[in-house]
């Protein structure tokens, strides 16, 4: 096992109808004039947005609105919402959504302390030492956000999508509510849970051999997440299933599954290769789901290169598909790998994921863009269990054809 520092300080509130407690937390943490930030109007037509305000006016918390997130979140929202929180004096930034709305919301408490354009921190202008309190209503169990150390914004001008990291703006306050959940549409419930099993499957797979106990975990928690998923497919209003799935999410992404297997002391485990290969689709395609996304490029990341870690991957399929190879040879072994990753692919596309990048309406014409900004992201090469260079990035996505 290799060394590791591990926090989650976010505060979780998590329960049915918790979303109207809000504003009872918030004043708990000090807030007088939140900024309140949410998406393209889900929390609107679901009455979320109605119960979080009635809920802070209650707590005497005043609140200043903006909405329009995109999924994806761009950069001039963010900027926009940096000068509202200036201009109103706000002492919180309070999400009410999903990856992207907490995304947009922690880029605006980083940006607002800071004198430059918020832009620098991902560019790597600028390292981010201070920052506004966040908090968040959890409404789509995904992205992690809501207790994750990173933030992923998009600069459409620049056709990049770019994620900085930094543990002092990890959300003090989590409210989750698996009700508020209920009203997703299964394509958004499927492509949630496909992001977190895959936030799961970077730190697996990283280079740091075995480690039973984060093993165990991680592979109870994507078992976990397939179960959860498929019963609420089923049948949407499944609270048990909804909240399997949202806590599953959080602990997929607040790190606990790196402990013991980061390359290097206090780093995040694992290369992110598919999150590497899918942002540039999401920064160039942005009504491309995250997680749609990943459903196609983490299985064809698997196949490309599952032969420089074979032990590893026979850990996986033990672990989350109860397989193993029917005798000793190199030649089961390898059979067994390619059945996991069958199964594995198998199972998002019965979710109703994609199944190729041509579902999702790319061509192979597109290529081209992503491998350029793939490279001023990464540069020559980048990748843990197998260093992956520009030639086999082409190859990964032409396979996912
Ligand atoms: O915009 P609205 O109208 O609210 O609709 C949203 C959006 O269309 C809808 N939705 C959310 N909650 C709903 C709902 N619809 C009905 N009922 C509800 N309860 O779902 C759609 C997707 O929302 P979004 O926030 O985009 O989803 P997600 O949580 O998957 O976030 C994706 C973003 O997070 C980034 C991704 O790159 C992407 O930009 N990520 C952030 C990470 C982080 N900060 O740690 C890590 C991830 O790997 C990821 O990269
Ligand atoms: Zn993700």
Redesign the pocket.
């Known amino acids: 096992m290799n060394d590791f520092s591990f926090q989650s300080p976010t505060r979780f509130v998590f329960g049915r109808g918790f979303c109207d407690r809000c504003g009872d937390e918030l004043a708990t943490l000090g807030a007088k004039r939140v900024l309140l930030v ?6 609107r037509h ?1 009455g ?1 947005l109605a119960r979080v305000e009635a809920s802070l006016a209650a707590a005497g918390i005043e609140c200043v609105e903006l909405g329009g ?5 761009e950069l001039g929202l963010v900027r926009k919402g940096v000068s509202l929180a200036r201009e109103r004096d706000v002492d919180l930034v309070l999400a009410v ?7 947009c919301a ?1 880029a605006i408490a980083f940006g607002v302390p800071y004198e430059g354009d918020v832009w620098d921190f991902f560019s790597g202008k600028a390292s981010i030492t201070s920052c506004l309190p966040i908090a968040s209503v959890l ?2 169990p ?4 809501e207790a ?1 150390a ?3 914004i ?1 600069n459409d001008a620049l056709s990049l ?1 770019r ?1 900085c990291a930094g543990e002092v703006f990890r959300p003090k306050l989590a409210i989750m509510d698996p009700e ?6 299964a394509y ?1 419930t499927a ?2 849970a496909t ?1 977190i099993i ?2 799961i499957c970077e730190r697996f797979f990283s280079s740091a051999g075995p480690v039973p106990v984060t093993d165990s975990i991680s592979c109870a928690l994507i078992r976990t997440v397939m179960d959860a998923a498929s019963a609420a497919l089923e049948n949407p209003d499944d609270y048990d299933a909804r909240a399997n799935i949202m806590w599953a999410g959080t602990l997929a ?1 607040n790190d606990l599954c790196s402990c013991g297997r980061s390359a290097s002391y206090g780093k995040r485990a694992g290369g992110w290769e598919s ?1 590497g290969l899918e ?1 540039e689709i ?1 920064a160039h395609h942005p009504q491309v ?3 749609a996304g990943l459903a196609v490029i983490l299985p064809a990341w698997m196949r490309h290169v599952w032969r420089s870690d074979v032990e590893r991957f026979l850990s996986f399929a033990e672990g989350v598909f109860g397989l193993a190879p029917a005798d000793e040879t190199n030649e089961e072994a390898e059979r067994c790998v390619e059945r996991a990753i069958d199964c594995l692919q198998a199972f998002l596309v019965g979710m109703g994921m994609p199944a190729t990048l041509t579902d999702l309406g790319l061509s192979p014409a597109d290529v081209d863009a992503w491998i350029e900004t793939l490279s001023q992201n990464k540069g020559e090469s980048f990748g843990e269990l197998q260093t992956l260079t520009m030639d086999d990035a082409r190859a990964i996505y032409l396979s996912a054809f």
Do not use: E, M, W
């Not at 997130?69 to 979140?73: F, M």
């Open positions: 949410f998406g393209g109007g889900s929390v679901a979320t997130v995109r999924p994806n979140p959504g999903g990856g992207s709305v907490i995304d922690k409404t789509i995904a992205a992690g956000s994750s990173s933030c992923v998009s999508k994620g508020l959940t209920f009203t997703l549409p958004q492509a949630g992001d895959c936030h992404h999150h942002h999401s789901a995250h997680g």
